[in-house]
């Protein structure tokens, strides 16, 4: 439902009403044609026709979510006075401030760099007429008409608005009853507009005019067929039409409650929540709708209270004698880039035209149903971590880094030159930015993307164009998103898009349509989809933009660096893209991005200014600093010392200023100072060593554990974790006494002031606490090392033997899913979200990934915290009268051949959770009816959740299905082998959203063999009468498989294609999974093309090897598309199996002599 469709309607019956009364007022004089009727008589009787059975009935309604498409994209929007002449649909030449681009005219004249893109246009035949001059038809003059002109525009108009009607549902809840009443509006105009054309009708029924030659205006011409006094009535009943219809609208646009302001006040929220560009835009319409309202208001007070004074005589130019309404004067000039608030509609209180009321209306309901389509598309590519590593990173300290604006010049005595500068000026493809770790890379990164001058330099690059500038910060310690391509190419993308809303629907057209037809949310992106449209936007060269990308971290990606290099080189071959990088100096980098002097800088070497600068003025704002004259000495010596041993690492640097803040505090001189900086190491793992080793031994045990927590987590951990650690290392078994209990806020609050200082005082600042707001105060703080390089130290053999040595009873991963009941357990109601995907959604599945690591850390199940915690969410069920929201879509969701919700009880959810010897104890126990939906045996191969972590290892919960037979877990062989076959083939297509897909296929290698092992038959067809390994087989070649995972795939196809599947079928054989695969012609941009296609020839030989064929035509196809290396070991495998077939020993008499005696034997019983 398009929550602007009443006034989309509004638009429409405005239209109608007024070009009706121009023609009964005598507004329209009549041209008269040489010769009678044009030559589209024919074409106009027979869409006539269609048109009126369009529109035989006001009330018939059908759903419709379309957006109104009566206005052409412009580009900005300026309001002046309109002249007189401005036709009724002028609106549809004016700009549009979303797209973009303009009508015909003032595109010319508004400069060549206004983006069009085919897309983007709509044919004439979808938008208003075009004033007199409509559809070519011959004319006079602005203000003449002929017959046939004016029959054929009231016939487009009328069946617009049946149109619009129609795509008006009155029995919506979302509508109030006075958009309601816009419909009643509009079926009465109906009628009269079809009264009016009937009589045109007539008119144009002389061919040659001639009955009517010697009239002039259409006022004449109706007084032939029509009386004075009907011509009066029905002039009147329009009037009072229009009145009627402004008083709905007064009302539509101050209720609150109608679905335009609730619509309007949602995309602003949106609007704001996703920082996007439209902000703006939604101000003018809302500042709009109020000026309409407080004009019309106006009208209908006048109206309402001297009905007489309301009419007046027109003394336009047109000489028109009839009655019109004074509402406003409205003229658009599309010559501006953007909306103003103060240029979107002006009024002038003496115009009498209600025709501009229509042209405003199609204009902002145009306007705000691209707003919503746009935030639509916005909101599939927003994630909630999405700006979270870049806000934790340090700041930049004043006055350092501004080294990097100047120009090329040599630097100190190692004659260094820095051009970041000169390539942000003029050059394209990457810049990259290295240095040991510690050394400020992410602030520098930051830095720059925050600097005024950066955004400077990109205007001088961009030149004529407009600069659009994108960041992502890759973070190992975050989450999936945060470390993978996924959530690369969705910041990228969210970025330009929100800053560049104009330019999404041609960039992803399908995901335009997608949003402007459909309701709810939108399809998740693929990789796929994703690096299309990328490479789209950076290969369409009518795009007004030019874009520059900042990565920060790709040394922190959780996959293949050597395929992430490839995506950026991609990128970086376009020549509107640039892209400035960084990373540690490991090889990979080093070889891909080290090779040009004037595309890259190492920080280490540029920094000792900056950190000279960092210790001065740190040290200067201690209230306990001061030097003496005969101390300067010492302070120079202090600086360079510091400068010297820190070689370039700011975070060495960071910890020594907090270890020289403890002295002064103490109110130790210079002199000490000096011999604290001596003693302290100057790398950074001995001095992480030395910061530990000064913890009082008192809290070590604590100290230990907490360390073990954050080191078992790959995610940063909530505040409250360690809070409930502390409880639980204080009272044992706390996690279980704790009863179901909402936290208040302010205990939360307290709790989370306290744990800030106690993890100071045991972890001497290794560990801080950051903030991520949109996760709310509750779960919104959590834990992370200072630094990567804290980690890394931690890992290191010598400080694992110093952990292991002081551990507790349970493991990390035993504490942590601890520490989670309790967690669930005190969750604050302001904070509860029981929604599939909310809070509680994502805490449990976050939860039972320990419960899984803690069962294989110390071989025995969790029962006892898995029963208090199943206790827990029982209650919440009872308590909010919701289901339990396992994950997302855990009941929304069915899988095609099983016919069950993914997941429904505990039990289920401790299965898809990889918890074997839980699952197992509660089989063994024989405790009946367990609490289970569907056969576990199938929950566990059909259904595999969006685990939040990693996803778990299934093949020994697969095996203990399969042998302990119980009523719980039984299920036909064959469907199971079905079900699991199309859920394999959904995730290949969707790989990207599995970072650990390496792991993930070799799990599902281990479950095929087990199925095959038990008996599954492989040709089992599916509900599409289809064998179900074949959609595996097409989907092996999923672009979003990572060539890592093409072994294990491979081993998985031979192990299908080795249990005896047949080749072919009627609607399906292994020669149409090739063709479907083998020759796709749209792989210009794929990574690791090289790899892919010899992923491709493999499968192709592996099929080949089982008996499959290759036709002639496939032969060239493959000689065409594929390397000729990759060719020959094809047709090679093609002549070893001929080979194989020639030297195969043929039966002797004698063996089927034994064997006719074999079957006898068994006839016979023996």
């Given at each position: 439902m398009d929550p602007f469709s009443s006034l989309s309607l509004a638009t429409s019956v405005v239209q109608v009403i007024d070009f009706s009364s121009r023609l009964l007022s005598g507004s329209y004089q009549i041209y008269h044609s040489v010769d009678g009727h044009t030559d589209d008589d024919r074409e106009l009787n027979e869409r006539a026709a269609v048109l009126r059975k369009l529109a035989s009935t006001l009330t018939k309604r059908t759903p419709s979510t379309a957006v109104s498409r009566t206005s052409k994209p412009v580009d900005g929007l300026v309001v002046e006075k309109a002249p007189a002449s401005i036709d009724l649909d002028s609106s549809a030449r004016t700009a549009d401030p979303l797209t973009g681009s303009e009508g015909e005219t003032n595109a010319a004249q508004d400069g060549a760099n206004t983006f069009k893109h085919p897309e983007m246009e709509r044919t004439d035949a979808e938008f208003p007429g075009q004033g007199p001059g409509d559809e070519g038809m011959p004319v006079g003059s602005n203000n003449t008409l002929g017959i046939e002109q004016a029959y054929r525009k009231l016939l487009k108009l009328r069946s617009r608005m049946q149109s619009t009607a129609d795509a008006f549902v009155p029995e919506d809840t979302h509508h109030s009853e006075q958009e309601k009443g816009i419909q009643i509006v509009a079926a009465g105009c109906n009628e009269m507009a079809k009264k009016i054309e009937s009589t045109l009708h007539n008119l144009r029924a002389d061919p040659k005019n001639q009955k009517f030659r010697t009239l002039v205006?259409?006022?004449?011409?109706?007084?032939?067929?029509w009386s004075d006094k009907k011509i009066k009535e029905m002039e009147k009943a329009l009037d009072k039409k229009r009145s009627d219809l402004i008083l709905h609208l007064v009302v539509v646009m101050s209720d609150q409650q109608s679905s335009v302001v609730r619509e309007l006040r949602t995309l602003r929220e949106a609007s704001n929540r996703l920082g996007s560009a439209y902000t703006d835009h939604l101000d003018s319409i809302t500042k709009s709708f109020k000026l309409i309202q407080s004009q019309a208001g106006k009208e209908s007070d006048i109206r309402r209270k001297n009905p007489k004074a309301y009419y007046q005589e027109s003394n336009d130019k047109d000489g028109n004698d009839g009655k019109?309404?004074?509402?406003?004067?409205?003229?658009?000039?599309?010559?501006?880039?953007?909306?103003?608030?103060?240029?979107?509609?002006?009024?002038d209180e003496s115009a009498q035209d209600l025709r501009y009321l229509a042209e405003a209306l199609s204009l902002l309901t145009s306007t705000a149903s691209k707003v919503a389509i746009a935030q639509r598309v916005l909101a599939g590519l927003h994630y909630k971590t999405m700006l979270m590593r870049m806000e934790n990173v340090a700041e930049a300290y004043a006055d350092t880094y501004e080294w990097i604006f100047k120009t090329p010049r040599a630097r100190?005595?190692?004659?260094?030159?820095?051009?970041?500068?000169?390539?942000?000026?003029?050059?394209?493809?990457?810049?990259?930015?290295?240095?040991?770790?510690g050394s400020g890379k992410s602030t520098l990164m930051k830095f720059l993307c925050d600097h005024a001058r950066t955004e400077e330099a990109l205007i001088e690059w961009a030149k004529p164009l407009d600069p659009v500038m994108s960041t992502h910060f890759f973070w190992s310690s975050g989450t999936a998103m945060q470390k993978s391509q996924e959530g690369l190419f969705k910041s990228l993308l969210y970025?330009?898009?929100?800053?560049s809303p104009e330019i999404m629907k041609a960039v992803c057209p399908q995901r335009w349509e997608a949003g402007r037809r459909g309701e709810g949310e939108l399809e998740p992106w693929t990789i796929s989809e994703l690096r299309r449209t990328l490479i789209s936007m950076a290969r369409c060269s009518g795009l007004p933009y030019k874009f520059c990308f900042f990565i920060d971290g790709l040394d922190e990606y959780e996959g293949d660096h050597s395929e992430m290099i490839a995506v950026l080189r991609s990128l970086a071959t376009c020549p509107n893209i640039k892209l400035c990088i960084s990373s540690r100096p490991w090889n990979v980098f080093e070889d891909a991005f080290g090779n040009t002097d004037t595309r890259k800088l190492y920080l280490q070497h540029l920094t000792n200014n900056d950190i000279r600068l960092y210790v001065r003025k740190k040290l200067e704002e201690h209230p306990n600093w001061q030097v003496l004259p005969e101390e300067q000495d010492i302070y120079r010596s202090i600086l360079a010392e510091v400068t010297t041993k820190a070689q370039g690492v700011f975070l060495w640097v960071y910890l020594v200023v907090r270890s020289l803040y403890e002295g002064l505090t103490n109110g130790d001189p210079l002199r000490a100072l000096e011999r604290r900086i001596r003693r302290l190491p100057a790398d950074l793992e001995p001095f992480f060593k030395h910061m530990l080793n000064s913890v009082d031994s008192f809290y070590h045990a604590q100290m230990v554990q907490t360390f073990q927590v954050a080191m078992g987590s790959p995610n940063p951990l909530p505040l409250m974790i360690y809070c409930f650690l502390d409880e639980e290392y204080e009272h044992h078994n706390f996690s279980l006494h704790m009863p179901v209990k909402q936290m208040p806020m302010l205990e939360v609050e307290r709790r989370q002031a306290q744990l800030r200082r106690r993890l100071n005082g045991r972890c001497k600042g290794l560990l801080e606490v950051y903030e991520n707001a949109?996760?709310?105060?509750?779960?919104?703080?959590?834990?992370?090392?200072?630094?990567?390089?804290?980690?890394?130290?931690?890992?290191?053999?010598?400080?694992?033997d110093f952990l292991m040595a002081k551990n507790t009873e349970d493991g990390p991963n035993a504490l942590i899913f601890k520490t989670f009941v309790p967690l669930i357990k005190a969750i604050p109601w302001e904070e509860m979200d029981i929604s599939e995907d909310g809070t509680l959604s994502i805490m449990l599945m976050?939860?039972?990934?320990?419960?899984?690591?803690?069962?294989?850390?110390?071989?025995?199940?969790?029962?006892?915290?898995?029963?208090?915690?199943?206790?827990?969410?029982?209650?919440?069920?009872?308590?909010?009268g919701k289901p339990i929201p396992w994950y997302r879509w855990c009941y929304s969701s069915s899988k095609d051949g099983a016919g069950y919700p993914p997941c429904q009880t505990f039990l289920e959810f401790a299965v898809q959770n990889g918890l074997c010897l839980y699952v197992e104890e509660q089989l063994r126990q024989k405790r009946e009816p367990l609490d289970v939906k569907q056969p576990l045996s199938l929950c566990a191969v059909a259904h595999f959740p969006g685990y939040t972590i990693e996803e778990p290892d299934l093949r020994d919960m697969v095996r203990l299905l399969l042998d302990i037979r119980t009523p719980a877990t039984l299920h036909s062989i064959d469907d199971l082998w079905t079900a699991f076959m199309l859920t394999y083939a959904e995730v290949n297509d969707d790989a990207d959203y599995f970072p650990n897909i390496l792991n993930m296929v070799r799990h599902r290698q281990g479950i095929t063999e087990l199925l095959l092992a038990h008996g599954a038959n492989p040709d089992t067809l599916s509900h599409d009468s289809i064998p179900a390994w074949w959609h595996f087989l097409v989907s092996c070649a999923s672009r979003s498989i990572p060539p890592s995972a093409y072994p294990p795939l491979l081993q998985t196809l031979k192990l299908v294609l080795s249990a005896g599947v047949q080749l072919s079928g009627r609607d399906w054989s292994v020669s149409k999974a090739i063709d479907q695969i083998m020759f796709d012609d749209d792989d210009e941009g794929v990574e690791n093309q090289a790899a892919r296609l010899e992923f491709l020839s493999e499968i192709c030989c592996l099929a080949i090897s089982h008996g499959f064929e290759l036709s002639a035509t496939q032969r060239d196809k493959f000689e065409l598309h594929f390397p000729a290396r990759?060719?020959?070991?094809?047709?090679?495998?093609?002549?070893?199996?001929?080979?194989?077939?020639?030297?195969?020993?043929?039966?002797?008499?004698?063996?089927?002599?034994?064997?006719?005696?074999?079957?006898?034997?068994?006839?016979?019983?023996?």
């Open positions: 205006s259409f006022r004449q011409a109706f007084l032939r067929t019109t309404f004074n509402l406003f004067n409205l003229h658009i000039t599309p010559h501006k880039k953007s909306l103003e608030q103060s240029d979107i509609v002006s009024y100190a005595k190692k004659n260094i030159k820095v051009y970041f500068l000169e390539w942000l000026l003029h050059n394209d493809g990457i810049f990259w930015v290295s240095g040991k770790p970025d330009v898009f929100r800053k949109s996760e709310g105060k509750y779960l919104g703080h959590r834990v992370d090392f200072l630094h990567r390089t804290v980690r890394d130290f931690l890992r290191t053999k010598e400080m694992g976050d939860a039972m990934h320990y419960a899984y690591k803690a069962e294989q850390e110390l071989g025995k199940p969790q029962t006892e915290l898995l029963e208090d915690l199943s206790r827990a969410l029982r209650f919440y069920a009872t308590t909010t990759l060719v020959a070991s094809i047709f090679s495998t093609i002549e070893e199996k001929k080979s194989k077939a020639e030297t195969k020993p043929q039966p002797k008499y004698t063996d089927y002599l034994s064997i006719w005696r074999l079957v006898s034997w068994v006839k016979g019983g023996g």
